[in-house]
């Protein structure tokens, strides 16, 4: 081989080498599971506009309330589904069902209830903290990622869950906002420390 085909040969190397980096950062990245989940959760907004505890039988699985109205809990359950196709529905029904003491016992039940088990905030709380994604209560800001999920203790001792948002508090710019349904239908809030704490987790799909 000649010389100059030597350093055409070398050349050519080096274009082909820079072609996929080249095409990579022509390509957008994908969005990451966070940014999946909080999106799926603010589609809610403007959807959602009710809130309504009533019980209602469900199909199963997917099983879910008219999409104009539901409670914090099917936010998440809604916002799962959405973005990944993963349906808490079913995941919660069947832990409870073959590890049911692990459960609270709040309502009194004596068997799982797949109309309802999922929607209950103790319920997901359960099972967010059987899974292993339980993370420490905190009131340092650099500890919330934007799909974290915050359970809170609303006056009167009624449990609430929130989505972490990526947007940020007006008032506060290091302060996340919250996505929920606190009751008046699925909204952005800055409510993150509003209520107590009561759980933190990080439930990232399989």
């Not at 959760?41 to 008219?66: K, M, S, W």
């Not at 359960?126 to 905190?138: I, Q």
């Not at 906002?177 to 799909?205: C, K, M, S, W």
Request: proline share 6%; charged share 20%.
């Amino acid at each position: 081989m000649t010389t100059i085909s030597r350093r055409a040969a070398l050349q050519l190397g080096l274009l082909c080498l820079a072609a996929p980096a080249a095409l990579a950062q022509e390509r957008p990245a994908e969005p990451d599971w966070r940014s999946k989940l909080v999106e799926a959760a603010r589609e809610q907004i403007g959807v959602t506009t009710l809130y309504d505890p009533t019980y209602v039988r469900l199909g199963y699985p997917g099983g879910d309330v008219a999409p104009d109205r539901g409670v914090c809990t099917d936010v998440i359950v809604r916002a799962y589904r959405r973005a990944f196709n993963l349906d808490l529905q079913k995941l919660v029904h069947e832990d409870m069902a073959a590890n049911f003491a692990a459960y609270p016992k709040t309502w009194g039940l004596k068997a799982t209830d797949r109309n309802i088990d999922h929607r209950r905030v103790g319920n997901l709380a359960a099972f967010f903290g059987r899974k292993g994604v339980s993370l420490a209560v905190s009131e340092n800001l650099a500890d919330f990622q934007p799909g974290d999920l915050v359970t809170q203790m609303l006056p009167g001792n009624l449990p609430h869950i929130v989505i972490i948002s990526s947007e940020r508090s007006a008032d506060v710019p290091e302060r996340p906002l919250v996505i929920h349904n606190i009751g008046a239908g699925a909204r952005q809030e800055d409510t993150l420390f509003a209520f107590r704490q009561t759980g933190h987790y990080r439930f990232a799909p399989a």
